[in-house]
């Protein structure tokens, strides 16, 4: 009994070291930012004998943010500010080969407010950087671009010199991309717009020389212009997104390759990575459809830190990253210089 005790015991203190080195370095952050919103051009429209504006005035926009980093800084990134806000866009959080060996990871949650509109954006992951393998778990929720997958990303590496090489099979569960339901259900020519407007749940009635349009019976719309300008192309998102859904969850099986290459000095740094998927294999009845045999249809997810200084005064810096996974491109560029007076 003293020996089981004893061993217990053992596990307990094991355990407990693992985790307080899991998290050990790791931040935990929140913020809160409200700003002034966009003031939106000036909007007018005509009403007996009058005009009326009907300028939009958007409320307050805000970004709350709260999550969890172990990210270990490359050479050429410095801490200048004292605190994290979750805000920060760094380009080295995009790699798949970090600074360092072991678990790194990061999770960040926002609520955000612009011009607006509400939208939340997750960005969770986890990594294991080894000698010879590196094996990455991801889940995206980018509202903002309309881009929502998980992912596992597990590959083998080779290392040489400055270079880095990984091969593997990377798994994703995502929306449905690629797909649009309203082409299946209307084609142009065969039915009007009043009548696809009316397989929607929309009805009109002719009153004083104008068709009113009723959602529900509530009236919406006191002629065919503001019905079709305002409210026709809401019901046609609308009932794409409704016929998506029940779609699900599509899967897919890709074979990832991956370059990296990275250098620092103090007077000159380079870091340019490459993660390359061409070849796709949907294991649902609605997985995105690839071309195999076109080179557009291939997928990427590429990044560039570039660093020079020229002399104790001069420097220029170009940074930037380009993903594209379904047709959909989501990238990022800044180049500048700075010129330090002293």
Not at 301 to 328: A, P, S, Y
Request: aromatic residues 20%; glycine residues 8%.
């Amino acid at each position: 009994m003293k020996r089981i005790i004893l061993i217990l015991c053992l596990i307990s203190i094991c355990a407990q070291a693992q985790i307080e080195n899991f998290f050990k370095y790791s931040t935990f952050y929140s913020s809160a930012t409200v700003g002034s919103p966009f003031t939106e051009r000036e909007d007018y429209i005509a009403i007996d004998k009058g005009y009326e504006d009907v300028t939009t005035i958007h409320k307050y926009d805000y970004n709350l943010t709260f999550g969890i980093r172990k990210i270990a800084r490359m050479d050429y990134e410095y801490k200048v500010k004292t605190w994290y806000y979750g805000t920060e866009k760094a380009v080295a959080d995009n790699v798949l080969i970090g600074n360092a060996l072991g678990w790194e990871y990061l999770a960040n949650f926002s609520f955000i407010r612009q011009r607006g509109e509400k939208f939340i954006n997750q960005n969770y992951w986890l990594r294991y950087l080894g000698e010879k393998c590196v094996t990455k778990l991801q889940y995206v929720d980018n509202q903002r671009v309309d881009l929502k997958y998980n992912s596992f990303d597990t590959r083998y590496r080779i290392s040489k010199g400055n270079w880095d090489f990984t091969a593997g099979i990377c798994f994703r569960m995502h929306d449905p991309y690629g797909i649009n339901p309203i082409e299946d259900f209307w084609t142009p020519g065969e039915s009007t717009f009043t009548q696809l407007a009316g397989d929607f749940g929309y009805s009109t009635q002719y009153v004083q020389g104008q068709w009113h349009w009723f959602n529900n019976e509530e009236l919406i719309a006191t002629s065919n212009d503001e019905f079709f300008k305002h409210y026709f192309g809401d019901a046609v998102a609308s009932f794409n997104e409704r016929e998506l859904d029940k779609l699900g969850t599509q899967k897919d099986l890709n074979l990832v390759l991956g370059a990296a290459y990275y250098k620092y000095t103090d007077k000159f740094w380079l870091h340019a990575w490459a993660n390359v998927l061409p070849y796709h294999y949907g294991l649902d009845e609605y997985s995105f459809e690839y071309d195999q045999e076109s080179i557009e249809w291939m997928e990427w997810d590429t990044g560039l830190v570039f660093g020079l200084r020229i002399n104790k005064h001069f420097g220029i810096f170009v940074e930037g990253t380009h993903q594209r996974f379904w047709m959909k491109p989501l990238y990022e560029c800044k180049f500048g210089f700075n010129y330090l007076i002293f």
